[in-house]
């Protein structure tokens, strides 16, 4: 994640323990922990996995809070040949990058993991999972150098990529677990923010905040518990504050969201 740097690290936002990568999948990358040893010999997406699974089986009776950010699925693309060869079998569909789909399974595979670990330490039926993207995907092409070459993934039917404020540039999938929640498989079609897990989480667990504590954003707990729309805040805003260099400039800007209209306004000096 882009955290800012020097003060608003995750040590400085109240975690406990934390670990910080960048830029690769295997081989150099920077580690910033004093209490995990990463092998740079092994994939990091199940590096990452098993280090989280030996946090959750080392919190004993404790109630724990996890933020397991992947480093997958982004650029550069990089795994293990074995999936690569898997899906490359595929690729004559013209539909698929071989590379980004072993990738993806790489994540799929360390969520399973969490969730066995979590059912054989009785965990299953306390413990709320939110799985979610910090991005949609990247359609722009690159490869493992990040060059421009091959073509990454598509966000179809969805208009666009990350880093746009096009539908596909910024509606990320969202999946709750939660215990003892009824209906279940329910799906709410309300367009939310990840900023509103906050409050969320607060609902579900009948945790309160501080009094001295203003937020903006909406708890959607009732929403999972009926078959139910919550109403849209008067406008639902999305931000892009840099300019990226691809093929097609991508330039600040802003969305403003309201019922099924979205209003998509860039700031471009050229």
Known sequence: ?????????PRDQGFTKATIQYGRQFGSRLIVTTHYTFDPAEYLTQELTTYTIEFICNAGDLIFFVCF??????????????KIDKYAARSEQHLINPIYSAMVEHVDDS?????????ALNLESNTIVVF????????????????????????S??????G????????????????????VNLVCDT???TADLFPTILGLTETSYRDSLSIDEM????????????RLPENLFSFNITTLTRPVPLFPGATNSLSIWTTVNYNSTT
């Open 191 to 193: 367009p939310i923010t």
């Open 69 to 82: 950010l992947h480093f997958a699925v982004h650029i550069p693309l990089q795994t293990r040949q074995p």
């Open 132 to 155: 979610c993207s910090d991005n949609v995907g990247l359609t722009t092409p690159a490869n493992s150098t990040n060059r421009f070459e091959n073509g990454v993934t598509t966000n």
């Open 164 to 183: 746009t404020l096009y539908e596909g540039g910024i509606r990320i999938p969202l999946i709750l677990r939660v215990p003892n929640l009824s209906p």
């Open 1 to 9: 994640m882009h955290l800012g740097g020097q003060d608003y690290l």
């Open 157 to 162: 039917p969805l208009r666009d990529e990350k």
């Open 219 to 230: 708890d959607i707990t009732h929403s999972l518990t009926i078959q139910l729309s919550i």
């Open 111 to 119: 969520v399973g993991r969490v969730l066995c670990a979590l059912k």
